[in-house]
């Protein structure tokens, strides 16, 4: 389902408070150390077992960057010794050797995303023996509608990169901008020319990528909204399929490169609502629809097929067309979803490195999904993705009476739809245009960890 898109700026600031993104649900601060290698293993075996078995995704982190970006809370390890990603380069081989012998070999490798970080710190010789080894050990989708994405710096890739990473088999391609105004990008310490940006866009086009996505943020240091227009009149004249822009969310006691950063220099909440509508606006203009969170694609991108045909899904990768898979997750801190267990591997490379060194699986925690995780994951997943909740849909597939069950939720939904946020009847509960840019408070209603003790705090949903 589509609806349109309805900007309140009265009542996006009064609704902008914390809450989960819903990657996952349980979300990633319920996983528990109780859940190790054995747990990781059996998962493996049931999701071998089920009758039609489903394709895997592979989701490979590379924690390196060359330098620090003051606005990220990525998990990332800064140098300049480019040796150390051959250390690492060993590492996932390694940790490949551990993991693919768990799935059957029927089972197709129909997505592979590399994630960081920066995956190009690894050279382009490194990463095509990466994705030879991985080649060698799963058997790999030959199908054209297979997605194979990388994560780039703009910074420290050239024309002949790009042509060896779609030697590879890369299709798609993700590019990091955040702002190209000069004032921000010292605020941030990332400084990038718009001519870097485009001579890789240029050369993805040149080497017939699928996809190329951009990312921008809004609320950083010093940002202005002619500034920003700017960056946003540049991308949207060389009409990249995708755009990703969040939210800066200033968590300094989290995220330690944060503190760099003047918090004096961050945007009001005014200004930030502001920058956002100015994106939702000059996007809208240009012919790109509103997926969902945060994410724009052109009208004739899978993604915005998939919101048509109600296909789209979302997991640790963000809005994808491939999340009915078992996600197989290698590298420090990456996560993965394999029948129904999440799991987590360790976020510090000492730990990863010395469970791999005892030929163990680095898996560091992770959890079980009982019925009721089960059942609200699916209905968070319909709403974040499709925007509505088929209750007779939910009844006839778990059995339940709908109306019992989530009676303290639907208590909750009921609130939101008095401001207008959703709408309930019968049969539906839906996300109405006032409420899409507002869809993770709707999702928090069905949300059974909210509210329990804990000292997790969240990114604002604004």
């Known amino acids: 389902m589509s609806v349109g898109l309805f900007f309140d700026p009265e009542l996006l600031a009064r609704y902008d408070r914390p809450g989960p993104r819903y990657t996952s649900y349980p979300t990633a601060p319920q996983f528990h150390d109780r859940f190790g290698p054995n747990q990781f293993k059996a998962a493996a075996k049931r999701s071998n077992e089920d009758p039609i078995p489903r394709d895997l995704s592979l989701y490979v982190h590379v924690p390196y960057c060359f330098s620090p970006c003051f606005y990220c809370g990525c998990n990332r390890v800064i140098t ?20 693919a012998p768990l799935f059957d070999t029927d089972r197709t490798l129909s997505q592979i995303h590399l994630g960081g970080g920066t995956p190009n710190f690894l050279r382009a010789d490194e990463l095509a023996e990466l994705m030879a080894a991985i080649d060698a050990r799963f058997s790999i989708s030959r199908k054209t ?14 024309s002949s990169d790009v042509e060896a990473l779609a030697f590879m088999g890369f299709n798609r391609v993700s590019l990091g901008v955040q702002d190209f105004d000069r004032e921000v990008q010292l605020a941030v310490n990332r400084l990038q020319t718009v001519e870097q940006t485009l001579e890789v866009i240029e050369a993805c086009r040149r080497v017939s990528m699928r996809s190329i996505n951009v990312d921008l943020i809004y609320g950083l240091p010093k ?18 399929d995708r755009l990703a822009v969040y939210s800066y969310a200033h968590l300094p006691q989290l995220f330690k490169p944060q503190r760099q950063i ?3 220099q961050l945007p009001d909440p005014a200004t930030k609502l502001r920058l956002l509508e100015l994106a939702i606006d000059s996007l809208t203009k240009a012919g790109y629809r509103y997926i969902g969170m945060d994410h724009f694609a052109l009208p004739n991108d899978e993604l915005s097929l998939a919101l048509d045909a109600g296909t789209l899904q979302r997991n640790f990768m963000g809005y994808t067309t491939h999340a009915a898979t078992d996600l197989i997750g290698v590298g420090v801190s990456a996560i993965s979803h394999i029948a129904d267990t999440y799991s987590q591997n360790p976020r510090d490379l000492k730990t990863y490195e010395e469970a791999l060194g005892k030929h163990q699986l680095p898996v560091w925690r992770g959890m079980d999904l009982n019925f009721d995780d089960q059942l609200r994951a699916a209905v968070i997943q319909d709403l974040m993705c499709l925007g509505e909740i088929n209750i007779g849909k939910f009844e006839r597939q778990y059995e339940i009476n709908f109306e019992e069950y989530f009676a303290d939720a639907l208590r909750a939904v009921q609130s939101l739809c008095d401001e207008g946020l959703a709408e309930m009847d019968a049969g539906h509960i839906r996300v109405t245009a006032r409420g899409r840019l507002l869809v993770r408070l709707t999702a928090a209603c069905f949300d059974a960890y909210l509210g329990r003790a804990t000292t997790v705090q969240y990114s604002k949903v604004v």
């Open 80 to 99: 300049r010794d480019v040796s150390r990603a051959r250390d690492y380069l060993q590492s996932l081989k390694r940790e490949l050797d551990l993991v």
């Open 262 to 264: 003047d918090a004096s």
């Open 145 to 158: 509608d297979r997605d194979f994405s990388i994560e780039l710096d703009p910074r420290h890739v050239s």
């Open 223 to 240: 940002q202005t909204e002619a500034g920003f227009q700017r960056t946003l009149d540049i991308i949207t004249e060389v009409r990249p």
